[in-house]
């Protein structure tokens, strides 16, 4: 058990629908990641949110967006979902000065 | 273009045995490369994080190596177990701050049989 954790754990919607993931990082973690699994692209990170500010950002589609609380845990916002953002969603935490991230158990999104 | 190439693509061993992942990139500015292993549905577990002055780093019966100057890495295991089966990915972080890339390979799929 990492100490991070994702709700919910599985998700069926349809297309043009819109989801909210939710992430609790581990106590005393600032920074929050958030990554996409699927089976053609594999692990592709999204965004990285510090201490609720936005940090960095990768291949994060413009329908997707994310924020960070002042209690830490943080939001995956996807809307107009298409068939391809069919995936495992996973959200990891990390410490300040550490490059070692922790990973929750995931959200797997299923788009009919 | 960021690149991160592993291989084999699958890797089948006995338990007990040994064996070596490796892992070829072309990222620029190179910042860090790191392992990690994800059994089936679920997260990615970090194994290792070496930066560019680091040649070898162990983690118990992991040990990885980075030669920088041929852009190649390699995940050693040790004495296999049948808890080793799992997807081992590397991932390649380019620049630092607030403005890097994250590129990540394939995975190697091990699997490792009594």
């Known amino acids: 058990d990492s100490g991070v954790t994702q709700t919910p754990k599985h998700l069926i919607t349809a297309t043009g629908q819109r989801v909210t993931l939710r992430c609790s990082p581990r106590?005393?973690?600032?920074?929050v990641y958030w990554y996409q699994q699927s089976l053609d692209q594999g692990l592709q990170f999204l965004i990285q949110?510090?201490?609720?500010?936005?940090?960095a950002k990768g291949n994060i589609l413009e329908r997707f967006s994310a924020q960070q609380f002042p209690d830490l845990h943080s939001e995956l916002n996807l809307s107009s979902l298409e068939l391809g953002d069919s995936a495992l969603y996973f959200c990891?935490?990390?410490?300040?000065?550490?490059?070692?991230?922790?990973f929750g158990p995931g959200t797997r999104l299923l788009v009919l | 273009k960021n690149q991160v190439e592993q291989s084999p693509q699958s890797l089948i061993i006995l338990e007990g045995k040994n064996c070596t992942l490796q892992?070829?990139?072309?990222?620029?500015?190179?910042?860090?490369l790191r392992w990690y292993k994800q059994d089936t549905g679920r997260g990615p577990v970090s194994l290792t994080i070496?930066?560019?002055?680091?040649n070898t780093k162990s983690n118990g019966r992991y040990t990885a190596t980075l030669d920088a100057d041929t852009k190649q890495s390699s995940l050693h295991i040790t004495a296999s177990q049948l808890s080793d089966s799992a997807s081992y990915i590397c991932?390649?972080?380019?620049?630092?701050?607030?403005?890097?890339?994250?590129?990540f390979g394939k995975g190697t799929l091990l699997t490792v049989n009594p």
């Open positions: 991932v390649v972080r380019a620049g630092g701050g607030s403005n890097y890339k994250l590129t």
């Open positions: 892992c070829n990139y072309t990222v620029s500015p190179f910042s860090n």
């Open positions: 949110y510090y201490n609720g500010e936005e940090r």
């Open positions: 990891a935490s990390g410490r300040r000065g550490t490059e070692t991230q922790y």
């Open positions: 070496m930066t560019f002055s680091e």
């Open positions: 106590s005393g973690d600032l920074s």
